[in-house]
C-alpha cells in the first residue's frame, strides 16, 4: 500500500487542493451553492475512489453525503464521519494568501479548511482507494459527511433517526481531531461539551448623545462588559449558581496521568506569543483545557466603530458566549443556568435578551475497547510508538449524539496539530499528517476486523 501511496502522492494532493478551492462557509447564505459543490466533490471522490454508492442527502439546512463500500455483510462495518463546510475567514487582512487558494509552503498546505475538516475527510476517501486497489479493505465501510458541523450539525440528529438501519455499523472513526505532536502520536479518549448562546442589552431605544445623558442613563455596552466580568471570581471560577454541580472531580492520581502528556509550558508561551497563561486557579493547562469546563466570550460589539469619532451611548450591545462543558455536565442544563443567571444580574437600567445557539454533551471513548486498540495498533505501526490517550478540549457534539441514537462509540484518530490554527488565518495542514493518515486507516481498518472476530 505505500507503494501505491507514494506513486499516486502528487495526484493525491492535486485532488485536495482542489477540494479547498471550493469556499464551503456553511455560517453564511451566500455561500450555499459552494457548500453544494463540496458535498458533489466529495460525492464524485467516494465513487471514483470504488464506492458502490454515494449520494447527496437533502436536510432542512445544508445536505449530507452517504456512501458505503460492502465487501462482505458478515464483516464489521466502519461508519466514517467527518464534515466538508468549513468556518468562516475573518479577519481576512490576517491572511498571508487567500485562504481559497491554497498553497504550500515548507511541507504545510495553507487554506480554510485544510485541517479542520476537508484535509482529514479526505484522507480517508483516499484510504478507501488504496484500500481497494490493494485488494486490503478488511471491513464494510459507511461514510457520513455532513455541510453543518461549523454551526451546529442542527439536521444530523433527524437523518440519523430517519437512516439507523442505513447507518448500521460497528464503530464509528472521525478525524477532527489531532495529535500531540508528529513524532508523538496520541488518540482523543474525552471531548468537552458546548453550549453556545447570543446575549443582546438594550438601553434607550435609540442611540443617544453620549455629553447630553452621559452619566445620566445606562450605557448598554459598559453594562454588559461589567455582567460578563462578574461570571468569573479573581481565581477564573464560574460564578453562574449550579455551574459546577455535575462537574466530575478527578482524583489526583487520574490528573498526574493527564500531566504526563508531554507538555512545554514556554514553548506553548513562545508559540502564542503571551508571557504568560491564564486560567481557573489550582490546574494546570492540560488539565484547564481538557477536565475543566470554561466560559468565555467569543465575539462582542455595539455602538459606533468606524473611522473617527462618534460621541454616542448606543441602544444595544451583543456578544456570544460559549461554555465548554466536561463529562456529566448537560448543556441543555448550562443553557438554562447561564440563562437565569444573566437575566438575574441585569440592572434595570437595561432589558437582556439571551438567545441559545447550538450545544452537545460531552463525551467519553473507552481505552479499553476494540476500536480504542485497533486505532492504538494502527499508529503504533505507522509512528513506531505507541499513542498517548489524551483529552481533547474542544467540542465535537455529535460524538453523544451517536451514542445516544445509534448506540455506537466513536474512536478519534485524529492528525492534525494545535499548531496549524484552525478556526483562524492562516490554517494549515502538514503533508506528513495528511500521508501518514491515509497511511494508517487501512491498518485500523485491519486490526478492527481481527480484534471484533
Not at 447630553?212 to 477564573?236: Q, R, W
Amino acid at each position: 500500500m505505500i507503494e501505491y501511496i507514494n506513486k499516486n502522492r502528487t495526484r493525491f494532493i492535486d485532488e485536495l487542493l482542489a477540494f479547498l478551492r471550493i469556499p464551503s462557509i456553511s455560517a453564511r447564505s451566500e455561500h450555499k451553492t459552494d457548500v453544494q459543490n463540496a458535498a458533489e466533490f466529495v460525492k464524485a471522490k467516494l465513487l471514483e475512489a470504488g464506492a458502490d454508492l454515494a449520494e447527496i442527502c437533502p436536510t432542512a439546512g445544508h445536505p449530507i453525503v452517504y456512501g458505503e463500500k460492502i465487501v462482505n455483510p458478515s464483516l464489521p462495518t466502519v461508519l466514517v464521519y467527518g464534515h466538508y463546510d468549513v468556518q468562516p475567514v475573518d479577519p481576512l487582512h490576517l491572511w498571508d494568501s487567500p485562504p481559497f487558494e491554497p498553497v504550500i509552503k515548507d511541507e504545510k498546505i495553507y487554506a480554510r479548511g485544510a485541517c479542520d475538516d476537508k484535509g482529514q475527510v479526505y484522507m480517508h476517501v483516499k484510504a478507501l482507494e488504496v484500500m481497494l486497489k490493494n485488494n486490503a479493505l478488511a471491513c464494510n465501510v459507511k461514510f457520513m459527511i455532513e455541510g453543518e458541523e461549523e454551526v451546529g450539525s442542527s439536521n444530523l440528529a433527524t437523518f440519523i433517526q430517519q437512516n439507523k438501519t442505513r447507518l448500521k455499523a460497528d464503530i464509528i472513526l472521525v478525524s477532527d481531531t489531532g495529535i500531540i505532536a508528529n513524532d508523538t502520536p496520541s488518540i482523543d479518549v474525552g471531548l468537552r461539551g458546548l453550549s453556545y448562546v447570543e446575549v443582546e442589552v438594550t438601553g434607550a431605544d435609540h442611540d443617544l448623545h453620549s455629553g447630553v445623558y452621559g452619566g445620566a442613563v445606562g450605557n448598554p455596552i459598559n453594562v454588559l462588559c461589567e455582567m460578563i466580568a462578574s461570571m468569573k471570581d479573581s481565581n477564573k471560577h464560574i460564578t453562574i449558581p449550579h455551574f459546577y454541580d455535575d462537574v466530575v472531580i478527578f482524583t489526583e492520581e487520574e490528573r498526574a496521568e493527564l500531566n504526563k502528556a508531554p507538555f512545554s509550558l514556554d514553548d506553548y508561551k513562545k508559540y502564542l506569543d503571551i508571557d504568560d497563561v491564564e486560567g481557573e486557579a489550582g490546574y494546570t493547562t492540560l488539565e484547564r483545557t481538557g477536565i475543566r469546563p470554561t466560559l468565555d466570550v467569543n465575539g462582542i460589539w455595539g455602538g459606533y466603530t468606524g473611522e473617527g469619532a462618534k460621541t454616542v451611548l448606543p441602544s444595544k450591545a451583543y456578544a456570544k458566549i460559549s461554555m465548554r462543558l466536561v463529562p456529566n455536565q448537560s448543556h441543555e442544563k448550562i443553557t438554562e443556568l447561564f440563562q437565569k443567571h444573566f437575566e438575574s444580574i441585569a440592572p434595570k437600567s437595561v432589558r437582556v435578551q439571551v438567545r441559545p445557539h447550538h450545544g452537545g454533551n460531552p463525551a467519553l471513548t473507552p481505552t479499553d475497547s476494540v476500536g480504542y486498540k485497533a486505532a492504538s495498533l494502527a499508529m503504533e505501526a505507522t509512528f513506531g510508538k505507541k499513542p498517548i490517550p489524551t483529552r481533547g478540549g474542544g467540542s465535537i457534539p455529535i460524538v453523544a449524539l451517536f451514542e445516544q441514537e445509534l448506540g455506537l462509540k466513536t474512536v478519534l484518530m485524529g492528525f492534525g496539530l494545535d499548531s496549524d490554527a484552525i478556526h483562524s488565518p492562516n490554517e494549515h495542514y502538514g503533508l506528513f499528517n495528511y500521508f501518514k493518515g491515509i497511511e494508517t486507516i487501512p491498518l485500523f481498518f485491519k486490526y478492527f476486523a481481527e480484534l471484533s472476530k
